[in-house]
């Protein structure tokens, strides 16, 4: 038990002292999953809006698979870009493997089905009165759908954050497709929290592996917090 | 002027509206009441656009609104307020403005307007306050500023007070005078509150299973329901089947299960008819004393004594049950408890006639 507090200690005292190491780690991280975030907004809100909007065969289908897609295992999206990008797949000229800009597609791929689906969700969870409201007060198609999504856009954020939190909080992808490499280089390296904790942890390297832990989790509380502020006011 | 002609909706086989007809006259206010259910909300949702009719039309000022082709400029000259109080989420000032934006008016003009309709609604120290932290009445205030705003030249409301408590309701209620007195607006207003309607309607109409029974000023209504069932929504709720036996300069003699009634009608003898007597015109006297002047006397035993707050309810069987409202002093000083024995009387002038058959329609 004494080791175990021993070890959260100095994992504090890394923390505190913004020891390098611990810092670098964090800081791919959240690049590494804050740039995949951006890019599958990008795709998912809008992809989100058009699947609401248009009405065609096979659209209870799509929706329904997205939602499968909600669970859909990191290692399987490891293996799947891997395929992609290893150097006898059809990507593999571009010599991505084991780069971070691998690690961001690998993480934009993870997130994009739950974010388009809490997209669409968010749009069709609009209060049907309110949907009625704006119709009556005269809005043309065009006018109704801003305003549905002016409605539906603190759903639609928390749709964001539920993106960037299982991007930063994933480990089967990044270390597939990242490999935990460790270079002499900020940019080429692919060690991220989750990865660095899991080896690390293999190590023995407790303490450190809790300083990473402490700042995963902080960065969900932060969030979090975040969200909860916007969405109240 | 709103002219319904044979206005029937479909929603797959469930009937909504059969064969509606009405005329709703430039600045009346017009209440729609019935039970639940009884298609009130779909009436009000076909005049705003919101549903396409099955069959029949809406006229306003002699354009049929479901054919014209500009729906969207038809709907801007009519203003909505629904039963559940909801606002936009943002502040109260822009949920105000939502419609005026909607019409691309200029800034300038939302800032007049909205103030303008702020201070009517008693919200104008609030403009910028999130319409999501107010309560429920409030919301409804915003709901009706909202729509008003735009200057409808008919305003639509379903169910206005349906979810609110008896100091919004009134609130709402005042609003609604003010709006119908100051701006001349045409109001189409929704209720299951009997009271509301006769409080606020110039004219009013009960709707029964997708039709109007009756149409006609609340006293028309309250006091000369022409069908059963309207009688029974207005509150009539002693009904008594019978067969006019004898008729005589607009007093007839209705034979119940026995019993003779005295009622005044020019129903001719031998037609079936239901008597439709208020609980409270009925008075309720001791065992063998002297019951007045009431046309209608006899002696019965009580079956019911149900408390309704500062009234009670008593059910009397005296050869056909009826239901009379009493005060709890009234209860104490007569003694009234299940298998009492009392005198039931009711004037003549207090039993409304129907005809029995005038319900099929």
Known sequence: MNEIIEAFFQAVELIVTLDPAVMEIAARSLIISLSATIIATAIAIPLGFLIYVHEFTGKKMLINLIQTLYALPTVIVGLFVFVFISRAGPLGFLGLLFTPTAMVIAQTVLILPIMTGLTISALSGVDPTIRDTIRSLGANTRQYLALLVREARFAILAAVVVGFSRAIAEVGAAIMIGGNTKTSAFWTSTRVLTTAISLETSMGNIEF??????????????????????QQR | MIEITELSKRFGANEVLRGVDLTVRDGEIFAVIGPSGSGKSTLLRIVNLLETPSSGCVRIDGTDIHAADRQISIRRGMGMVFQKPVV????????VAAGLRIRGMSEAAIRSRVKEALELIGLADRAEQNARTLSGGEMQRVAVARALVTDPVLLLMDEPTANLDPIATENIEDLIRRINRDYGTTLILTT?????????????GVMIEGGFAQVGTPREIFSEPNTRSVARFVGMENIL??????RDRGVATVDVGGTPVTAPTDIPAGEEVCLCIRPEDITLYRAGADTGSARNAYSGRVTSVRSLGPLSHVGVDCGFAVAALVTWKAVDDL?????AEVQVAFKASAVHVVRQAEEER
């Open chain 2, 335 to 339: 003694g009234l408890c299940t298998g």
């Open chain 1, 209 to 230: 592996s809790m300083a990473l832990g402490i700042i995963l989790l902080a960065i969900a509380l932060v969030v979090n917090l975040v969200l909860m502020t916007v």
């Open chain 2, 88 to 95: 936009f989420s943002t502040t109260v000032f822009e949920n």
């Open chain 2, 241 to 246: 089947e019978g067969r006019v036996t004898a």
């Open chain 2, 192 to 204: 299951h509150d009997l009271l509301q309607g006769q409080r606020l309607a110039h004219r009013m």
